[in-house]
């Protein structure tokens, strides 16, 4: 009886002590996991914070860098600076002939550099425009953790421009404080036609996206017109731009207010004198038919169109559509 209390006893005893190790393995696995866990947490939002990756040599040291080498006087310092550009091969462009930028490097004019806030980011972002013989040029600069790279070039078509096309980019705070768009404008026209449009770009990963696309200008023949003067008589129609911020549950809104009526062209094109910086001389050329003088003919229209911000669309939609 004795033998069988003790080998009992025995038993509840490794019982015990089998339980108790169980316990203690079972703790320790899970302050393990936790801390695991926690590391890895911790991990993840190291990453999400870091800076967008840069391949060597594609970089520069600060926006001033590629401004001071686009102006620079030595073509081997301008293909350089090209060939970091758009050594990328992810780089967004948008009516630019970079390749040809790249290979043969002409000198720009009007280099000019803008810190601006056009994406979702705390930092600004840098914009360097410059000028060259054909059309104007944008380059959006993004800092990453070796320096600033090309995250998106822009240009525009401009027919029939005043060169050295002063307003042709614009950064709005369309959507809310803080954060910039960009309202490039390009035109089209020929011998009695024109039309200017102006479209509204953000940067959103790592690329250029259109939010909305107005027009800003159109002229063309008044086919009803029978005078021996009806070449200088056009109707025409202006738009002026303008943006609403977010605010509260209110979406962005943008409107468009226009102007229309028929006009007359007097007199000669005025000369555009001016001076071009990458080569230091003043230049002169006609200015286009549509910077005449004139005068109204009749009864001004007025009216406006009202575009809304579409989160679903991540556009400005024409209200009512």
């Not at 870091?50 to 001071?68: I, K, N, V, W």
């Not at 600076?81 to 390749?99: I, K, N, S």
């Not at 605010?247 to 062209?265: F, N, T, W």
Request: aromatic fraction near 10%; charged fraction near 30%.
């Amino acid at each position: 009886m004795f033998a069988v209390v003790w080998k009992l006893k025995g038993r509840l005893a490794a019982f015990a002590l089998s339980f108790a190790l169980g316990l203690l393995v079972a703790a320790a696995c899970r302050l393990l996991a936790a801390r695991l866990l926690k590391a890895e947490k911790g991990a993840v939002a190291v990453v999400q914070l870091e800076a967008p990756g840069c391949a060597p040599g594609e970089t520069f040291d600060s926006p001033s860098e590629l401004l001071e080498a686009l102006r620079s006087t030595e073509v081997g310092v301008r293909a350089e600076a090209f060939r970091r550009l758009f050594l990328r091969p992810g780089v967004t462009t948008a009516h630019y002939d970079f390749e040809r930028d790249r290979d043969f490097p002409e000198p720009v004019d009007r280099a000019r550099l803008r810190l601006v806030n056009l994406d979702e980011s705390p930092e600004p972002e840098a914009v360097v425009t410059f000028v060259r013989t054909d059309s104007p040029a944008a380059v959006v600069l993004k800092r990453c953790e070796s320096g600033w790279r090309a995250a998106a070039v822009v240009s525009a078509w401009l027919r029939y421009e005043d060169y050295p096309y002063e307003d042709w980019l614009e950064t709005v705070e369309a959507l809310r404080p803080g954060r910039h768009v960009l309202v490039v404008r390009d035109s089209n026209g020929d011998a009695t036609s024109y039309t200017r449009r102006a479209r509204v770009l953000r940067l959103a990963d790592g690329g250029l996206e259109e939010l909305a696309e107005v027009e800003e200008e159109r002229i063309e023949p008044f086919e009803n017109y029978v005078g021996v003067d009806w070449p200088n008589v056009k109707r025409r129609r202006t738009g002026g731009v303008h943006f609403t911020q977010q605010s509260g549950d209110k979406p962005a809104r943008l409107r468009v207010a226009y102007r229309q009526e028929l006009i007359k062209y007097t007199g000669a094109s005025a000369p555009n004198v001016f001076w071009r910086e990458a080569d230091g001389v003043w230049h002169q050329s006609r200015r286009h038919w549509r910077a005449r003088n004139h005068e109204s003919m009749g009864q001004v229209l007025y009216g406006e169109e009202q575009f809304v911000w579409s989160e679903q669309k991540q556009r400005f939609v024409r209200e009512g559509s």
